[in-house]
């Protein structure tokens, strides 16, 4: 295929889910992955591989800017990030799609609204198989059609601990999950958060979306074919090829359309790196191609109580939406509460480099391991950059007032629900997990690179579908999101550039 329809670089959340919505289309297309399939070994189980040796962290070194090297936690295989994935699959709030006023400054709107884009976030939900309970959590948008399943079952640690926040006069609810809880336990008996999925447990952008389009015959999958750079054609209005690299030789693909999502650093990467008359990559006119870099700013709090084990397998079942719209006395947004995937003490080990194992093994044994997460607003000087081949981070973090907020009073709760010892540790920069923000999609093509509908201002055969499309961070686990609006620019798409 050296001339398909449409060439989609990535096979993460955003590439698999547009490769489903196109499937069926006649369009011919070819999928380029970076990564493998990830393989089914002992490993896919082994907390110590996973977290202390780092088995599946890539051979990839990023730059902190002005500072040093660090490998970052973002995975290259078939499915991308979502391999990991927590599977938490939550809508944006409605007031999410608004501007917010925050502690550290004002969250932007998106470029439509949430009753415009809820008929896709019901389309993504059957598409990953989300196992939810609506009616829980006072923040829930308007849905149109429930969950497809109902909501994977709470330990009882975890039902007590959502007596006890009830307790409080708080609404724990249960998290919106693409987790087949049966088919994950058959595979080994802990979490999924963070562990690899080689089976069918967790509905992934691979077991999910990708497996949907490559039913269709005219969808094939390259991998190990890492794209390059991107084209323009000689007056730069559309892009003419797209280069990459496979088993060491550069190939050369020419389709009608591209769409890039390759996940929201290295789509900026790939933009940047692209030649053009003023070395500031293509589909950037707007400047803003890097810029606008957001990560949760996001901390792990553990309630121990040594009294009580914490029997729990997978633990991750709850979130506390309370302080998501108000600090809860008329202030402003704090964010959101979920579980983590259960902690044991080789976790622990990953961060607290000089205790004894036991002593790790006894805290993670006795605690209910949270996480915190607040929004990050967006700052032109928040950027990806690349050097050469290198990628070069310059994060800055911003509206860290709430999640100081949200950690002094998650601390108070846990207290007063009766757990003697509070611990909490900020997620740091190698943890670009909720990684958005650096192609971002507005009204205005000189304030953004994308139009409502991922498309380049720049160059019309060009989408940009994937993390880097987000005005904003909100306060919820962004792949969702990414699938909503996967399916809607599918659409979009079929209407548009597909017609016969
Ligand atoms: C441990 C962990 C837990 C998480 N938990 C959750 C959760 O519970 N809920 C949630 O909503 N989100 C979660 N996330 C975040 C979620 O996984 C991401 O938001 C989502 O996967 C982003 O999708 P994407 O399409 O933007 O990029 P990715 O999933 O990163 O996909 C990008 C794809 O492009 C490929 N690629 C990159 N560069 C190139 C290149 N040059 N050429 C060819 N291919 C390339 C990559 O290999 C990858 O397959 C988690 C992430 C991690 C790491």
């Known amino acids: 295929m050296t001339n398909p329809d449409i060439v989609i670089i990535g096979s993460g959340i955003g590439g698999a889910t547009i490769a489903s919505g196109l499937a069926g289309s006649g369009a011919s297309i070819l999928m380029l992955e970076r990564g493998e399939p990830l393989p089914a070994t002992p490993h896919t189980r082994d907390t110590r591989a996973i977290f202390v040796d780092g088995h599946y962290r890539p051979k990839e070194m990023w730059r902190e800017a002005g500072g040093a090297p660090f490998n970052p936690g973002n995975y290259y295989y078939v499915g991308g990030n979502s391999k990991f994935y927590g599977a938490v699959l939550i ?22 609204s949430y009753e415009e884009f809820e008929p896709w976030y019901s389309r993504a939900e059957q598409l990953f198989r989300v196992r ?35 307790g409080l006069g708080l609404h724990p609810a249960s998290l919106p999950l693409g987790v087949d809880i049966d088919a994950w336990l058959r595979d080994g008996k802990t979490g999924w958060d963070a562990f690899p999925n080689t089976g069918t447990g967790k509905v992934d952008a691979q077991s999910g979306p990708l497996a949907a389009a490559l039913a269709d015959r005219n969808i094939r999958l390259e991998t190990g074919a890492h794209v390059e750079y991107l084209e323009a054609s000689s007056d730069a209005t559309t892009i003419a090829a797209v280069h990459y690299r496979q088993n060491g ?61 914490n029997t729990s397998v997978y633990q991750k079942t709850l979130m506390l939406n309370d302080y998501y719209l108000s600090d809860g006395k008329g202030g402003k947004p704090l964010g959101n509460v979920q579980l983590l995937g259960k ?5 622990l080990r990953a961060n607290v480099k000089l205790a004894p194992k036991f002593a790790l093994d006894f805290m993670a044994g006795h605690a209910v391991d949270w996480y915190l997460m607040c929004e990050d607003l967006p ?50 920069k190698r943890t670009p997990s909720h990684q958005c923000g650096t192609v971002r999609m507005g009204d205005d093509p000189a304030t953004s690179p ?51």
């Open 343 to 347: 902690i044991d003490g080789y976790m």
């Open 379 to 428: 700052d032109p000087e928040s950027r990806i950059m690349v050097d050469g081949k290198d990628i070069v981070m310059q994060w800055r973090r911003s509206n860290m007032q709430s999640l100081d907020g949200l950690t002094k009073v998650m601390r108070e709760n846990f207290r007063a629900c009766g757990y003697p010892i509070v611990l909490s540790r900020p997620f740091d």
């Open 132 to 166: 939810g309970a609506l009616g829980q959590d006072p923040t829930e948008p308007f849905h149109s059609i429930p969950y497809p399943f109902g909501p994977v079952p709470d330990e009882p640690p975890i039902a007590r601990a959502r007596a006890e926040l009830k």
């Open 450 to 500: 994308l139009d409502p509908f991922c498309r380049s201002f720049d160059h019309k055969n060009l989408f940009v579908v994937d993390a880097g499309f987000l005005p904003n961070s909100a306060a919820v686990n962004p792949a969702l999101s990414i699938a909503a609006q996967a399916l809607r620019v599918a659409d979009h798409i079929c209407k548009t550039e597909l017609v016969a």
């Open 249 to 309: 030789t550069l190939m050369k693909v020419t389709p009608k359309l591209v769409i890039l999502s390759a996940g929201a650093v290295n789509s900026a990467a790939i933009l940047l790196r692209s030649p053009s008359p003023n070395g500031k990559g293509l589909a950037n006119r707007s400047d803003q191609v890097g810029r606008n870099f957001m990560n949760h700013n996001s901390s792990a709090m553990l309630a121990i109580d040594p009294r009580r084990r």
């Open 91 to 112: 809508r944006y709030r409605r007031q999410d799609f608004s501007e917010m006023e925050h502690y550290g400054g004002v969250s932007p709107a998106w470029p439509f």
